[in-house]
């Protein structure tokens, strides 16, 4: 089976590849093992966060100071300067609403209760220009009853911090006794979809009304729109309080619609999916990666010109840590991260870990290495990459857009 | 740095341990959607697992409401075999014994066999609105379902009377395992595979009594059955494919799905000698033609606006981009694919009564992409869906291959391939 690309790993990094090259008339093929981190997706994409512990305020300035083997220093800062403001129409075309600034991050407020520093973030939530203050004074947490998912607590606590005075109150409704009666399936997705499909969303925005009598704003998880992103503004125009949503512990509703609209856009481009199949082994003929096998297809190997790497972290098992080794599964790629094990870790938990810089090694044009030597047609992008620790940076869909984006432009050049 | 095989360990048979609670699965669920007496693929797979090895009374009756879809399994990012566990834990757990009515409805092929004898006098009687009434009321087969019409003629019958002789012309060769629905319901289907082969350059052969599938016996709790049959089509497959060097070919993404994956994970039964060479027609076609080895002629004059729906098991297979590229083949062809959603109807599941309504449920948002799709018709790889969508939508479906036979220039294939 022959296609132009085929990238392997369909999370935001394999997409946005996909999406990249099927918009320039490639024949892809993304083949991913299952579902990926953009269903834990905060509704926020990081561009840089922090750099030595410091926050960032204006994220090109900085990516300057990072570490010459950092992906983005790899990328080169005047692509990272035109990528990243691609990015957001890139979205758009997709049905994606995000804003946001690469000279300025803005701040959101995270479900801890605390401001982060951010680069783009999905049209449900409220953008804040500064850290240390909220626009309004008294503000109304709303949960559903039963909802174990989004900790009011720690909001009121951190608003606090805001001079800001809260009150919590619960709603029930009967529309979601339901799914009530299984105390783990009272889910931010399921609650969405009882949104998704009926006659709830009226009752909800009158009860929400009626109680927030008094308050300057409303403050409720983001259980709105997961097939339907209609419910988002709905529920904004019908709330006649400013409305502030805040992420709920994962799976989240936005990031899983998110990753829906981008599988589509993907499928409507040509572009064909395989979910649910995992990348076995490739074969190789004079440093190029000629064909895949896949456990769905068997014997019919998978045949490109260009191949793309996208499988994530550890998370994903784009790469996989034992007691005393760290190895890139599909091809036994060269990593970083191959040295002594008990180097791996800091004592001390909060500190920028050393594994969590580990990864796949490549040359500066991204290609991905055997034993020194660089794979021709072989290109790598997102998490998988060594070099940067996305969570202590707040790197990471910063690093999955913009080498993926950087990668296909190497392949269509 | 060399190569390495990634092989989680686990202490169980299957591997639940390998669940992170992500609760991605529950996401893609389409009965937890519509009908919230289910607990959903995790509570019943992985976590109830966990449950139930400590004490067997945490089994709960519930579980009889997954569609065994595995849209779960697709989705799950850490490969736990979550529809094999909660059907490993029906089988071995539940206490219900199969109703009368579940006899019926499992056993396609005694029924199919009686059925058929007497089509012309059974095909009208089960259609009347009184008699459907009644196995409503007194068999719990849902008054709204249709049965699928009986043919007169079996597809077996037909075959040893018209088409076995020919097949020894060929200079190559397959088997046909034509499932319970080709035989008793639609034998154009097998029909329709037998002209393709024959103009690609292949013998059609039937094989030494296949038995039916028994993917109805499973999901009705009739293991014993089950296995004898698994175990006898699994010798049949091997006299074909390790002693006569021919492979297995069906038109049901079900049946194959089956003895392909079900046969070893649910029934314990190893299959290792057949499963590469039992596949579907259209993958061994796609095969052929990826090679280089077939290139497949079509009329002019066929045109078609055609809708494509994945059942749920080509979807656990992978397999649909193989009958869709055929489609595609087609020059007249204007093709689109339906979102990749479960129909509801799981084979038997949809006929009891008491599943109707979340039957209907979860195949809602199918059945209005189909109504808005603008296609002359669906075409599908399954038989069950086949029925499910034109119970319940306005538009007719065909299978695959009975599109490609109609389509395709037989006299210039043959003439390619039959030298
Ligand atoms: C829990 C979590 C939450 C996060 N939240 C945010 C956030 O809110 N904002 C942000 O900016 N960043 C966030 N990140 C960082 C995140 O890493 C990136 O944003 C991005 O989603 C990573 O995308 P990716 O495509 O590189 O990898 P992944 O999303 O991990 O996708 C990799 C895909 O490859 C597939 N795969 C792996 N091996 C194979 C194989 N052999 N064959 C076939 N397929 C294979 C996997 O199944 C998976 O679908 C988060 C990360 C995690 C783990
Ligand atoms: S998707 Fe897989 S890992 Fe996640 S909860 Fe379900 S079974 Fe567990
Ligand atoms: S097999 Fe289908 S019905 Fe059963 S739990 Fe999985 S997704 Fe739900």
């Given at each position: 089976?022959?296609?132009?690309?085929?990238?392997?790993?369909?999370?935001?990094?394999?997409?946005?590849?996909?999406?990249?090259?099927?918009?320039?008339?490639?024949?892809?093929?993304?083949?991913?093992?299952?579902?990926?981190?953009?269903?834990?997706?905060?509704?926020?994409?990081?561009?840089?966060?922090?750099?030595?512990?410091?926050?960032?305020?204006?994220?090109?300035?900085?990516?300057?100071?990072?570490?010459?083997?950092?992906?983005?220093?790899?990328?080169?800062?005047?692509?990272?300067?035109?990528?990243?403001?691609?990015?957001?129409?890139?979205?758009?075309?997709?049905?994606?609403?995000?804003?946001?600034?690469?000279?300025?991050?803005?701040?959101?407020?995270?479900?801890?209760?605390?401001?982060?520093?951010?680069?783009?973030?999905?049209?449900?939530?409220?953008?804040?220009?500064?850290?240390?203050?909220?626009?309004?004074?008294?503000?109304?947490?709303?949960?559903?009853?039963?909802?174990?998912?989004?900790?009011?607590?720690?909001?009121?606590?951190?608003?606090?911090?805001?001079?800001?005075?809260?009150?919590?109150?619960?709603?029930?409704m009967k529309q979601f006794?339901?799914?009530?009666?299984?105390?783990?399936?009272?889910?931010?997705?399921?609650i969405a979809k009882v949104f998704d499909n009926g006659d709830a969303l009226d009752e909800f925005a009158?009860k929400?009304?009626?109680?927030?009598?008094?308050?300057?704003?409303?403050?409720?998880?983001?259980?709105?729109?997961?097939?339907?992103?209609?419910i988002?503004?709905?529920i904004?125009?019908?709330?006649?309080?400013?409305?502030?949503?805040?992420?709920?512990?994962?799976?989240?509703?936005?990031?899983?619609?998110?990753?829906?609209?981008?599988?589509?856009?993907?499928?409507?481009?040509?572009?064909?999916?395989?979910?649910?199949?995992?990348?076995?082994?490739?074969?190789?003929?004079?440093?190029?990666?000629?064909?895949?096998?896949?456990?769905?297809?068997?014997?019919?190997?998978?045949?490109?010109?260009?191949?793309?790497?996208?499988?994530?972290?550890?998370?994903?098992?784009?790469?996989?840590?034992?007691?005393?080794?760290?190895?890139?599964?599909?091809?036994?790629?060269?990593?970083?991260?191959?040295?002594?094990?008990?180097?791996?870790?800091?004592?001390?938990?909060?500190?920028?870990?050393?594994?969590?810089?580990?990864?796949?090694?490549?040359?500066?044009?991204?290609?991905?290495?055997?034993?020194?030597?660089?794979?021709?047609?072989?290109?790598?992008?997102?998490?998988?990459?060594?070099?940067?620790?996305?969570?202590?940076?707040?790197?990471?869909?910063?690093?999955?857009?913009?080498?993926?984006?950087?990668?296909?432009?190497?392949?269509?050049? | 740095?060399?190569?390495?095989?990634?092989?989680?360990?686990?202490?169980?048979?299957?591997?639940?341990?390998?669940?992170?609670?992500?609760?991605?699965?529950?996401?893609?669920?389409?009965?937890?959607?519509?009908?919230?007496?289910?607990?959903?693929?995790?509570?019943?797979?992985?976590?109830?697992?966990?449950?139930?090895?400590?004490?067997?009374?945490?089994?709960?009756?519930?579980?009889?409401?997954?569609?065994?879809?595995?849209?779960?399994?697709?989705?799950?990012?850490?490969?736990?075999?979550?529809?094999?566990?909660?059907?490993?834990?029906?089988?071995?757990?539940?206490?219900?014994?199969?109703?009368?009515?579940?006899?019926?409805?499992?056993?396609?092929?005694?029924?199919?066999?009686?059925?058929?004898?007497?089509?012309?006098?059974?095909?009208?009687?089960?259609?009347?609105?009184?008699?459907?009434?009644?196995?409503?009321?007194?068999?719990?087969?849902?008054?709204?379902?249709?049965?699928?019409?009986?043919?007169?003629?079996?597809?077996?019958?037909?075959?040893?009377?018209?088409?076995?002789?020919?097949?020894?012309?060929?200079?190559?060769?397959?088997?046909?395992?034509?499932?319970?629905?080709?035989?008793?319901?639609?034998?154009?289907?097998?029909?329709?595979?037998?002209?393709?082969?024959?103009?690609?350059?292949?013998?059609?052969?039937?094989?030494?009594?296949?038995?039916?599938?028994?993917?109805?016996?499973?999901?009705?709790?009739?293991?014993?059955?089950?296995?004898?049959?698994?175990?006898?089509?699994?010798?049949?497959?091997?006299?074909?494919?390790?002693?006569?060097?021919?492979?297995?070919?069906?038109?049901?993404?079900?049946?194959?799905?089956?003895?392909?994956?079900?046969?070893?994970?649910?029934?314990?039964?190893?299959?290792?000698?057949?499963?590469?060479?039992?596949?579907?027609?259209?993958?061994?076609?796609?095969?052929?033609?990826?090679?280089?080895?077939?290139?497949?002629?079509?009329?002019?004059?066929?045109?078609?606006?055609?809708?494509?729906?994945?059942?749920?098991?080509?979807?656990?297979?992978?397999?649909?981009?193989?009958?869709?590229?055929?489609?595609?083949?087609?020059?007249?062809?204007?093709?689109?694919?339906?979102?990749?959603?479960?129909?509801?109807?799981?084979?038997?599941?949809?006929?009891?009564?008491?599943?109707?309504?979340?039957?209907?449920?979860?195949?809602?948002?199918?059945?209005?992409?189909?109504?808005?799709?603008?296609?002359?018709?669906?075409?599908?790889?399954?038989?069950?869906?086949?029925?499910?969508?034109?119970?319940?939508?306005?538009?007719?479906?065909?299978?695959?291959?009975?599109?490609?036979?109609?389509?395709?220039?037989?006299?210039?294939?043959?003439?390619?391939?039959?030298?």
């Amino acid at each position: 089976m022959k296609f132009d690309n085929i990238i392997i790993g369909g999370g935001l990094s394999g997409l946005t590849c996909g999406i990249k090259l099927a918009e320039l008339g490639k024949k892809c093929a993304i083949v991913s093992s299952g579902q990926s981190a953009i269903h834990f997706f905060s509704g926020s994409l990081d561009l840089l966060g922090k750099v030595n512990g410091e926050e960032v305020s204006n994220p090109l300035e900085s990516i300057k100071t990072l570490a010459d083997n950092h992906p983005y220093q790899r990328v080169g800062i005047d692509n990272m300067t035109r990528l990243a403001d691609e990015v957001p129409q890139f979205l758009d075309r997709a049905g994606l609403k995000f804003s946001g600034n690469a000279n300025q991050n803005h701040f959101v407020l995270t479900p801890m209760g605390v401001m982060k520093p951010t680069w783009l973030t999905i049209e449900d939530f409220t953008r804040f220009e500064t850290k240390d203050s909220f626009p309004w004074k008294k503000a109304l947490i709303i949960n559903f009853s039963g909802f174990l998912d989004f900790h009011t607590l720690f909001i009121k606590d951190g608003l606090k911090k805001l001079d800001v005075t809260t009150q919590i109150k619960n709603v029930s409704m009967k529309q979601f006794e339901a799914i009530r009666k299984n105390p783990s399936e009272m889910r931010s997705t399921n609650i969405a979809k009882v949104f998704d499909n009926g006659d709830a969303l009226d009752e909800f925005a009158q009860k929400a009304n009626d109680l927030s009598e008094g308050f300057d704003v409303v403050i409720l998880p983001a259980v709105f729109g997961l097939l339907n992103k209609q419910i988002v503004s709905e529920i904004k125009a019908k709330i006649l309080k400013p409305l502030v949503l805040l992420p709920a512990v994962p799976p989240s509703v936005p990031g899983i619609r998110s990753q829906i609209l981008l599988r589509k856009r993907f499928q409507a481009l040509g572009g064909t999916y395989f979910l649910g199949d995992n990348v076995e082994e490739g074969f190789f003929e004079n440093n190029r990666l000629v064909a895949i096998a896949t456990n769905n297809h068997g014997d019919i190997k998978l045949k490109a010109d260009q191949f793309i790497l996208a499988s994530g972290s550890f998370y994903s098992k784009g790469i996989v840590a034992t007691r005393d080794k760290v190895y890139e599964p599909i091809f036994g790629l060269d990593v970083n991260g191959e040295t002594n094990g008990s180097e791996w870790k800091d004592e001390k938990f909060f500190n920028d870990q050393p594994y969590m810089h580990f990864g796949v090694k490549t040359d500066s044009q991204f290609h991905a290495m055997i034993n020194g030597e660089p794979v021709e047609n072989l290109f790598v992008a997102g998490s998988v990459l060594g070099g940067a620790n996305a969570l202590k940076e707040g790197s990471g869909a910063g690093i999955s857009l913009l080498t993926s984006l950087h990668v296909a432009e190497q392949i269509l050049k | 740095m060399k190569k390495e095989i990634f092989e989680p360990f686990n202490v169980s048979d299957n591997n639940f341990e390998q669940c992170v609670k992500c609760t991605i699965c529950t996401v893609y669920c389409p009965v937890l959607e519509v009908n919230p007496d289910y607990p959903g693929p995790k509570q019943s797979g992985p976590d109830g697992e966990r449950l139930r090895l400590k004490d067997a009374s945490f089994y709960d009756e519930a579980l009889k409401l997954c569609l065994n879809c595995k849209r779960c399994e697709v989705a799950c990012p850490h490969g736990v075999k979550i529809g094999d566990i909660i059907q490993l834990a029906r089988i071995k757990y539940s206490k219900k014994k199969p109703k009368v009515r579940d006899m019926i409805l499992a056993n396609t092929d005694i029924v199919g066999t009686m059925a058929s004898t007497f089509a012309p006098i059974v095909n009208p009687i089960v259609a009347l609105k009184p008699v459907r009434r009644i196995m409503d009321s007194v068999l719990k087969i849902d008054h709204h379902r249709i049965f699928p019409k009986y043919a007169g003629l079996r597809f077996e019958s037909w075959y040893r009377r018209y088409a076995e002789k020919k097949q020894n012309d060929f200079k190559k060769h397959v088997s046909y395992f034509h499932g319970c629905y080709v035989n008793y319901n639609f034998p154009q289907l097998g029909k329709d595979l037998i002209k393709i082969m024959n103009a690609c350059g292949y013998g059609v052969h039937l094989l030494e009594k296949e038995k039916c599938c028994g993917v109805a016996l499973i999901s009705n709790g009739l293991i014993k059955q089950a296995t004898k049959q698994a175990l006898h089509n699994v010798e049949a497959f091997k006299k074909s494919i390790v002693d006569k060097n021919m492979p297995v070919i069906s038109t049901s993404s079900t049946c194959i799905f089956t003895i392909r994956d079900e046969y070893p994970h649910l029934l314990g039964i190893k299959n290792d000698e057949i499963r590469d060479e039992s596949e579907l027609a259209t993958r061994f076609l796609y095969r052929l033609i990826d090679s280089g080895k077939l290139k497949l002629v079509f009329k002019k004059n066929y045109k078609k606006r055609i809708a494509y729906h994945t059942p749920c098991h080509m979807e656990k297979l992978g397999w649909s981009i193989y009958s869709t590229s055929l489609l595609r083949m087609i020059p007249g062809v204007d093709f689109m694919a339906l979102e990749s959603l479960c129909c509801g109807i799981a084979g038997t599941y949809g006929f009891k009564k008491e599943n109707y309504e979340t039957s209907q449920g979860v195949g809602k948002p199918l059945f209005e992409q189909i109504e808005s799709s603008k296609a002359d018709f669906v075409a599908t790889d399954c038989e069950t869906c086949k029925w499910q969508i034109e119970m319940s939508t306005s538009l007719k479906v065909q299978h695959p291959i009975s599109i490609l036979a109609e389509a395709l220039d037989v006299e210039a294939t043959m003439k390619l391939w039959n030298a």
